[in-house]
């Protein structure tokens, strides 16, 4: 949620993030107005409590004869205040209604769409399969072989885009998501096993209910959501709280399952694990104060580094252009890897700075110096998911079938390569 008082002050800054987003700029001109009439509204009804209570007082004070006239006087006031105080909360209810509209203002990123991204580093350098002598073959078809991943049964039990990991396919999957909790709690990072449900306030605090509410799986019965993240649940962890930042950030990494129904993306990416309905993740997610964020987001960014080079694949990082940033992301840098059977690098991990949009929401502050308090920032990362195990097979096969095991790997799996199951 967008601060009132910086959309006054910087109206041009905030049509400008919106023309960046490809989103409606005249919605700040909407806000203006309602906010302008909701401080009308607020000076209207003040003035006419402030009335009310000293006519309080003159009837008090009045004769037998006058408090007749000076009663009915007062019920005409009484009548005002009421219809004063309607007419303040309809206003305040319509600021509300249209902040919650008004996505976050971008800083940094680069106008455009999803292919407006401008690339900011490569590292590592792909395989030349060709030079090996044989051609790669997809994520899917490795993990077939080796007894990894079966789609067709996950189909059978749940539908498209299910799927089972099965025997050294889950240890794969357990190793890196262990190795990120290990690394995340290395950094000081508290290690977090979060709710997948959560109630439509925290949902919608986090900025995941406005244009892409239809990739949330939602159970009308019991009103709550399926989360897409566990960035959900740790952003409503502290919902309405003054938190301590006197000691610096707080940082947790939540593990959890997640889901997302992927709609409107029918026939992109359906074979295999990249876009799928259920995966798990380890997610970073830290509190700091605004003036901290910017240094935070390159934190979460070079963990992300390191968790990658961790696991060997070359990968890229991009700078995500405005119109391809979700509504509470201000900036989002994400790391691509190699996908050697698809030609072009895909995403692995994100990582977003929210500053105070989301916290404003969910009404998370903390105290500064002089004790005044004051809107938290907020930041998230990836440092592992499923979709690893795309780049992990596809870049890590051998001529005759096998994977290699990535060495930071093998202590929780206990082997250096999987072979083909006969």
Same mark, same amino acid.
């Given at each position: 949620?967008?601060?009132?008082?910086?959309?006054?002050?910087?109206?041009?800054?905030?049509?400008?993030?919106?023309?960046?987003?490809?989103?409606?700029?005249?919605?700040?001109?909407?806000?203006?107005?309602?906010?302008?009439?909701?401080?009308?509204?607020?000076?209207?009804?003040?003035?006419?409590?402030?009335?009310?209570?000293?006519?309080?007082?003159?009837?008090?004070?009045?004769?037998? @004869?006058?408090?007749?006239? !000076?009663?009915?006087?007062?019920? +005409?006031?009484? /009548? *005002? #205040?009421?219809? =004063?105080?309607?007419?303040?909360?309809?206003?305040?209810?319509?600021?509300?209604?249209?902040?919650?509209?008004?996505?976050?203002?971008?800083?940094?990123?680069?106008?455009?769409?999803?292919?407006?991204?401008?690339?900011?580093?490569?590292?590592?350098?792909?395989?030349?399969?060709?030079?090996?002598?044989?051609?790669?073959?997809?994520?899917? @078809?490795?993990?077939?072989? !080796?007894?990894?991943?079966?789609? +067709?049964?996950? /189909? *059978? #039990?749940?539908? =498209?885009?299910?799927?089972?990991?099965?025997?050294?396919?889950?240890?794969?999957?357990?190793?890196?998501?262990?190795?990120?909790?290990?690394?995340?709690?290395?950094?000081?990072?508290?290690?977090?096993?979060?709710?997948?449900?959560?109630?439509?306030?925290?949902?919608?605090?986090?900025?995941?209910?406005?244009?892409?509410?239809?990739?949330?799986?939602?159970?009308?019965?019991?009103?709550?959501?399926?989360?897409?993240?566990?960035?959900?649940?740790?952003?409503?962890?502290?919902?309405?709280?003054?938190?301590?930042?006197?000691?610096?950030?707080?940082?947790?990494?939540?593990?959890?399952?997640?889901?997302?129904?992927?709609?409107?993306?029918?026939?992109?990416?359906?074979?295999?694990?990249?876009?799928?309905?259920?995966?798990?993740?380890?997610?970073?997610?830290?509190?700091?104060?605004?003036?901290?964020?910017?240094?935070?987001?390159?934190?979460?960014?070079?963990?992300?580094?390191?968790?990658?080079?961790?696991?060997?694949?070359?990968?890229?990082?991009?700078?995500?252009?405005?119109?391809?940033?979700?509504?509470?992301?201000?900036?989002?840098?994400?790391?691509?890897?190699?996908?050697?059977?698809?030609?072009?690098?895909?995403?692995?991990?994100?990582?977003?700075?929210?500053?105070?949009?989301?916290?404003?929401?969910?009404?998370?502050?903390?105290?500064?110096?002089?004790?005044?308090?004051?809107?938290?920032?907020?930041?998230?990362?990836?440092?592992?998911?499923?979709?690893?195990?795309?780049?992990?097979?596809?870049?890590?096969?051998?001529?005759?079938?096998?994977?290699?095991?990535?060495?930071?790997?093998?202590?929780?799996?206990?082997?250096?390569?999987?072979?083909?199951?006969?």
């Amino acid at each position: 949620m967008i601060d009132l008082r910086f959309l006054r002050e910087n109206p041009d800054v905030v049509r400008a993030s919106q023309v960046t987003r490809g989103e409606d700029p005249e919605l700040v001109d909407q806000l203006i107005a309602a906010d302008e009439t909701r401080r009308e509204s607020i000076s209207t009804a003040d003035s006419l409590r402030a009335e009310q209570k000293a006519f309080g007082k003159k009837i008090g004070q009045a004769t037998p @004869e006058e408090r007749p006239t !000076l009663l009915a006087g007062s019920n +005409e006031l009484k /009548a *005002k #205040v009421k219809e =004063a105080d309607l007419a303040q909360k309809a206003a305040e209810e319509e600021v509300h209604r249209l902040q919650m509209l008004l996505s976050n203002v971008v800083e940094g990123a680069p106008a455009g769409g999803e292919d407006d991204y401008i690339v900011l580093e490569h590292v590592g350098k792909p395989r030349d399969f060709a030079a090996e002598g044989f051609e790669p073959k997809d994520h899917l @078809e490795l993990g077939e072989n !080796l007894g990894l991943i079966d789609m +067709e049964r996950g /189909a *059978k #039990v749940s539908g =498209a885009r299910f799927y089972f990991l099965t025997g050294y396919g889950a240890m794969l999957q357990l190793a890196m998501l262990s190795l990120a909790a290990q690394r995340a709690v290395a950094h000081g990072f508290q290690l977090m096993i979060p709710p997948v449900l959560v109630r439509p306030e925290v949902m919608a605090g986090t900025g995941f209910l406005g244009a892409h509410s239809d990739e949330v799986y939602y159970l009308p019965e019991d009103d709550l959501y399926l989360v897409g993240t566990s960035e959900v649940a740790l952003a409503g962890y502290h919902q309405g709280e003054i938190i301590d930042l006197s000691a610096g950030p707080k940082r947790y990494a939540g593990w959890s399952s997640c889901f997302r129904r992927e709609a409107g993306s029918y026939g992109k990416d359906t074979r295999g694990i990249l876009r799928v309905h259920q995966f798990d993740k380890v997610e970073m997610f830290t509190w700091c104060k605004p003036e901290e964020a910017a240094a935070e987001h390159q934190r979460l960014l070079n963990m992300e580094r390191d968790m990658l080079a961790a696991v060997g694949v070359p990968y890229r990082i991009i700078d995500v252009a405005g119109g391809d940033l979700g509504s509470s992301a201000a900036r989002k840098f994400d790391t691509e890897a190699w996908v050697p059977t698809q030609n072009t690098y895909r995403e692995l991990t994100s990582t977003s700075n929210c500053t105070t949009f989301q916290a404003r929401r969910l009404q998370v502050r903390y105290r500064d110096e002089q004790g005044r308090p004051q809107v938290c920032a907020t930041l998230n990362g990836t440092l592992a998911t499923t979709r690893w195990l795309v780049a992990i097979l596809e870049n890590n096969q051998q001529a005759d079938g096998s994977v290699v095991v990535p060495e930071a790997l093998r202590p929780f799996i206990g082997r250096e390569i999987l072979e083909p199951i006969s």
